[in-house]
């Protein structure tokens, strides 16, 4: 097929053409999660964003290599150098070992991502597990020029990297305003200038998370991992790195520091960021009271929240919006999804039992190429969404019996909504209450009074009865009606 693929790229504020830097492969670093907290809405958008950029890559007949990596050491209560370690936080409020923080909440979010139907990574790194790349990292920026070491911590020497290779060029924030925006910090004075970051930290006594170095016993600075990670599992250049946009200042940009610093050239070719989440309008925050987690919008537990709302409603609003613009959670936003998904689920199990009644009279001829050309135009998710839409809408004409449509026509429709709808949005029917296990036990009910049909028809009595009270001991009521029998299940 031919290369469409038109992809936003941050460091240059334009769209351009995606070519890959050694096609059929693609490398792609998303910064995954700091763990430690059960994981919230705001984790929900840049999985699922990512998702799909894995997803359609591999449609496109790219070998993805998607790294995501786990944040479990050196991001400090404030992006600045600042404050505790928060995992070392939570373990001291817990009471537990910071890898046990760490493990608890690994878990818990792939099990939320499995939820979201968000496929696993190629790799999934831990921080913690990389210190020996990250002093590598740091000793050849230091070997560079490019950091100093100040009383057993390494810091990078942000006006000496400015004056050769222009700091600042991802966030478009020069110098000044960096130093502008930088308020008195701990640590500060061992610093030649406030926008210096941390590349080594010196632990202080009570810092329980705490590693070796040719500098001091102490741990990385929280940006130094993505760089060391992307670099041993993607190369030292690769496609395409990805985050929300709050990662944008300072992480990416002192990661793109970092890289030239230490190779030379810029790592990265094509940045990506997702746009960010309101509630209700509001920025999403843990003293605003609107800080939800996914588990509570799953089980509707949160006073904000009038009901509870399923994995696939989640993904499918926020797929409903191009990443690149805000989205703001509602109740009524959400129900608006929950019902707009049903209705495309609904078409989809409808188109399954639609037969071919000759010449095509519904406007479903070019749905591929509407879909591709809105994927291809910056990943247009919202947009597929609209397609399927109407799509959905020829459909229920043609069970109405309002329009016909032809056999290759028919087999092409079933083909393509279930490519975008399934494969490449990654929406599926809900599994949270056993739908999948309901579904079988349903058609061995049907099953079982097709048994019973046939007993009566032949005036066997005992068996048909028997089936019934079985059933109704399990809980089924059957009502026999002029079309035969129907069951619900009484619980
Ligand atoms: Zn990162």
Not at 267 to 272: D, Q
Not at 391 to 411: G, M, W, Y
Not at 444 to 451: A, F, K, W, Y
Not at 457 to 464: F, I, L, P, R, V
């Amino acid at each position: 097929m031919e290369n469409k693929f038109m992809i936003y790229n941050t460091l240059s504020r334009k769209k351009e053409l995606f070519e890959p830097l050694n096609a059929p492969n693609v490398g792609l670093y998303v910064c995954g999660p700091t763990v430690y907290g059960p994981a919230h809405l705001g984790h929900a958008r840049p999985a699922i964003t990512f998702d799909v950029l894995f997803r359609y890559l591999q449609n496109l007949g790219y070998k993805v290599r998607y790294v995501r990596n786990i944040t479990d050491v050196g991001h400090l209560e404030h992006d600045a150098d600042e404050g505790e370690d928060k995992i070392a936080k939570k373990a001291r409020l817990e009471q537990i070992e910071p890898m046990e923080v760490v493990q608890q909440y690994t878990l818990h979010y792939h099990k939320v991502m499995d939820a979201l139907n968000v496929l696993p990574p190629s790799i999934e790194p831990h921080a913690s597990g990389h210190i020996i790349e990250q002093i590598e990292l740091v000793k050849e920026i230091l070997d560079n020029g490019f950091a100093y070491e100040s009383q057993g911590s390494v810091y990078f020497d942000v006006a000496k990297y400015d004056k050769a290779h222009k700091y600042g060029i991802l966030s478009g924030r020069n110098l000044d305003d960096v130093l502008n925006t930088t308020r008195e910090l701990d640590g500060q004075d061992e610093k030649r200038n406030p926008a210096d970051f941390a590349l080594w930290k010196c632990a202080q006594p009570e810092h329980i998370m705490r590693w070796p170095s040719p500098w001091s016993n102490g741990f990385p600075g929280w940006h130094c991992e993505c760089t060391a990670m992307g670099r041993k599992y993607l190369g030292e250049q690769f496609d395409i790195h990805g985050g929300g946009m709050d990662l944008v200042f300072p992480h990416h940009e002192c990661e793109i520091a970092q890289g030239m610093a230490a190779m030379g050239h810029n790592v990265v070719k094509y940045w990506m960021h997702n746009n960010m989440i309101t509630i209700n309008g509001t920025k999403m925050g843990k003293s605003l009271g609107n800080f939800i987690t996914l588990d509570e919008f799953f089980n509707g537990s949160h006073k904000l929240l009038t009901q509870a709302y399923t994995p696939m409603t989640i993904r499918f609003f926020i797929l409903q919006a191009h990443y690149r613009s805000t989205v703001d959670f509602s109740n009524e936003a959400l129900q608006a999804a929950e019902k707009g998904m049903q209705r495309l689920l609904e078409a989809y199990k409808t188109l399954g039992g639609l037969v071919a009644t000759g010449e095509t009279t519904v406007d479903v001829k070019e749905l591929r190429n509407k879909c591709y050309d809105a994927m291809n135009d910056d990943m247009n998710t919202a947009q597929v969404i609209s397609h399927l839409f109407d799509a959905s809408r020829a459909i229920n004409q043609l069970a109405d019996k309002k329009a016909t449509i032809s056999e290759a026509d028919l087999a092409e429709l079933k083909e393509v909504f279930h490519l975008f709808a399934f494969d490449i949005l990654g929406l599926r029917e809900e599994q949270g209450s056993n739908s999948a296990r309901e579904e079988a036990f349903g058609k061995v009910v049907d099953m079982l009074l097709q048994q019973r049909q046939v007993a009566k028809a032949n005036k066997d009595w005992a068996t048909s009865d028997k089936i019934r009270d079985e059933l109704a001991a399990l809980g089924f009521e059957v009502k026999d009606g002029k079309d035969g029998a129907t069951w619900r299940l009484n619980r």
